[in-house]
């Protein structure tokens, strides 16, 4: 008969590997990145009128190139904080 033992411990040294590769993986540099006006309304779970406004407000800064909007990664979530402090300090 076969131990089950060494079946689950072959199992585990296997996820073992998988979870140190996962670790290992150098993670993307965001600080670059740059949104549209859809994908940020996505990335937020918000409508896009909502960003637009927000940015037309001056929250979330953008950077107009015609009439293609940009947000960088940077402004979008610094801003999201900004919007989240100023909610809970009324």
Request: aromatic content about 6%.
């Amino acid at each position: 008969m076969n131990n089950p033992f060494e079946s689950i411990q072959g199992e585990l040294s296997e996820i073992k590997n998988l979870v140190t590769q996962l670790l290992k993986k150098p993670d993307e540099d965001l600080s670059n990145k740059l949104y549209t006006l859809n994908e940020a309304a996505d990335l937020l779970k918000v409508d896009r009128q909502t960003v637009r406004n927000h940015i037309d407000r001056g929250t979330i800064s953008a950077t107009f190139i015609g009439r293609r909007i940009l947000i960088p990664h940077k402004e979008l979530f610094d801003s999201l904080n900004d919007v989240k402090s100023i909610k809970y300090k009324r």
